[in-house]
């Protein structure tokens, strides 16, 4: 077992990657009781063009990672997933994302019984033309209920107003039409491919004995049978830097009108490390638009905004869509202020330093919590599939000339506007 530091946090994870190819992290803390299990394939909703066993290149319909998600909770014998750890004193639950599909279990007690059945169940994909065709039909409500909800309608639109050519501009779920035209043979394709434990990793976090653990983890995987298969290569997509759409207002069922102001940002622009670069990003508008900034004091005095702007940012590989988001009829009204903000910008040095202790003290704070050092990892493997352990001297590093710079190449009327109201 490897063990990786975190520099100055002085955490360790342990690592090992299985003789199949399937990557283990372990985290332990002494001080918890509860544990959290992620066990993740690098299979999302982009991954929809790619190369089968016979070198050809094929395309899914979107939604078919969120579909196999679903049907891997069909077990052809024995206790479902949720009647097991309802049994052993454990929660369970999965979610797909644009580029991982998770599965993960939380309990205090009977680690190991629930690591094995993790395994077993993610490792065997039980499909009948039946119920493919019932979970459609399940899949289908899914869908119209997110298509009548006003914050998946909102985040559906600022990615096709910004992305034009990369899947990461269409549903996780997919469409009815799409979702009908799925078929087993289609899923078995997509689970032979990206459910190989090459192409997984497994994240233990908790009160446990790390060597027992992986013990268990180890004798799991020896007996299971694999079809071994090339990964192959995955389709890429040239996205161009600038937005599809600047201004869209959408009528739908929503009590307060949303905004969505988004900023598209070339990641090629910009020649320092991504994970910096990240959270540079991050600094810059939370400086600007964060609960202590000038902007917010000034618009919740005039009646602009009651709350303080939240904000997302989402890497699709070669951009960042940061967007700024507002529930509130006044709107125009805050549309022409964050324009007006996005002008002539600098920041002070003290200003920095303030954000960057902040930065690191959540950092530390974050190792208190197993859920979120499960979640860190998911997230540094997903990043660059690596787990960062100089993330303290990476934010030290930070310093407002290169800021500044950044904020120079930053074209802040690359943007996109969406509008939801009645």
Known sequence: MK?????????????????????VYLYTNKNVNNNYVTYT???????????????KMIKMPNGIAHFLEHKMFAQKEGPQPEEFYGANGASTNAYTTFKNTTYLFSGVSNLEDNINYLLDFVGNLYLTKENIESEKGIIIQEIKMCNDRPSDILFDKIRANAIKNNPFKE???GT?????????????ECY?????????FLVVTGNFDKDKILKVIKENQAKRKINKLSLGKLKTYKEPDEIVKAYEEVKCNTDIPKMAYSIKIPIDNFKIDKRKLSIY???????????????????????????TLSYTMLNIDSHFIVTLLDNGDKYQALIKRIDERLKNISFQEKDLERKKKVLISNEIFSYEHVEMVNDMIIDNIMFDNKIETDIVDIIRSLNIDELNEIVKKIDFNNKSIVILKK
């Open 192 to 200: 032979n491919r990206f459910y190989q434990p090459n192409n997984m």
């Open 41 to 55: 394939t690098k299979y999302g909703s982009v991954y929809l063009e790619f190369e089968d066993s016979s070198g």
């Open 3 to 23: 063990k990786i530091t975190i520099n100055k946090i002085n955490e360790d994870i342990y690592y090992e990657k299985l003789d199949n190819g399937l990557d």
């Open 171 to 173: 549903s996780i779920i």
């Open 176 to 188: 009815e039409k799409e979702v009908k035209s799925i078929t087993k043979e289609m899923l078995e």
């Open 281 to 307: 990003t991050f600094m810059i508008f939370n400086l600007l638009f964060g609960d202590t900034s000038d902007f917010d004091e000034e618009c919740k005095r005039d009646g602009i905004i009651t709350g």
